[in-house]
């Protein structure tokens, strides 16, 4: 279970941490990196005890978290000073 969880969530993190300008050219890099990471530490948290998962799903969720508390401040201050 926290296997697939950890996988889950280094998804979730990347699909909100992408930036939405990036150059076509780094674009294939970043969409290979953002397929092959989440299934590397699927492999990882497999193989080995479950403190792996546990540390990759505690630090996913608090960066998913983070990301959402800090777009959500930058858009207020964009907002107010347009």
Do not use: H
């Amino acid at each position: 279970m926290l296997p697939v969880l950890s996988c889950v969530t280094q998804i979730l993190m990347t699909k909100l941490t992408q930036n939405k300008n990036q150059q076509n050219a780094a674009n294939g890099n970043m969409a290979m990196m953002n397929l092959v990471m989440p299934l590397f530490s699927l492999v990882i948290c497999l193989g080995y005890n479950s403190s792996f998962a546990l540390y990759w799903v505690v630090s996913n969720c608090f960066a998913i978290l983070q990301t959402i508390v800090l777009n959500r401040i930058l858009d207020k201050k964009t907002v107010t000073q347009e």
